[in-house]
């Protein structure tokens, strides 16, 4: 009876130690740029208590909340980092002696990568006292200055001709959100989103180029038609346009020689009327006037004949 006495109580005590010892990060997540250093914030101690630790007694384990991967180990007072990922290796530290045994067991992250995206647990434990949280990582890149291109170029446009706009940036993370629009000035502003194909390519670092296409058949002169490119993580934007005046738009050489030649034959086809017109109407007119001599020639004859002719008793 005594010794499940004792085992009862020891079990209480564990518990009570554990719950003295609070794990606190950040709620929200944490957003580092590739490349850079960054902070992962975790402290410890007895709620709203004052912590002064001997850190030969500190353990303080960070790893990846979902594969359990070891990221820093720290215990009996030095570094323990032989199970350490080894994408982190020479890349994570604690914080100073001094600051650890005050309750800072923050985490530097250095040069961050795409692939550090994810959770991270923070373990720590002071002698039989122990307690844990996790936060989440999220990575970001700013995207380069957007350009945009037009095919044909804008000194060749033709109306009613299909064309391409083409919007490109590079090396940024996460994904972009693409917005075209087309401003006609006095017309407004008119989303031409729907009309847009858009292409994301990572590379080696898992950054990602971004490529949206607008296709359109007519374009509107005097009208500007833009590009804006957004990072969501970042809230960044970057925007390029294209402006089409109306001395822009060519008349396409086909068109013009086929509307020549039309104008030419149609000019013949006239002439060659006006001189069929002209022959009938001098037939016509001599026609008649034969007509009209022999008329009187006949009418001639017949007074002569009724002039010979005696006349009865």
Sequence with gaps: MLTLLLLLCALLGTQTLAAMMEVRVPELPVVALHGADATLDCSYGPPGGVVGVNLSQLSVFWQLTDTKRSVHSYREGREQLADQATRFANRTA???????????????LRRVEVADEGSYTCFVSVGQNYS?????????????????????SSNNLRPGERVALTCESHGGFPEAQVLWREDGGASGVRN??????????????????????????TLEPDSTYSCLLTNPLLGEEGL????ITAQNMAF????LWVTVGLAVCLLALLVALAVVCRRKIKESCEEA???????????EEEESKTAMTPLKS
Excluded at 132 to 143: C, D, F, G, K, R
Excluded at 201 to 213: C, Y
Excluded at 289 to 299: D, G, N, S
């Design 289 to 299: 006037r034969r007509e009209a001599e022999e008329a009187k020639e006949l009418k």
């Design 192 to 217: 031409l989103t729907h009309n847009v194909s858009t292409s994301l390519v990572a590379n080696e670092r898992g950054l990602f180029s971004v490529r949206s296409v607008l296709t359109l058949q």
């Design 132 to 152: 844990s949280a996790s936060l989440l990582l999220l990575v970001a890149a700013p995207y380069t200055k957007p350009s945009v291109t037009l095919e044909p």
């Design 252 to 255: 396409p050489p086909v068109a």
């Design 240 to 243: 390029a346009s294209v402006t």
């Design 94 to 108: 604690l914080r100073a002696p001094p600051r650890l045994a005050a309750g800072d067991a923050s985490l530097l």
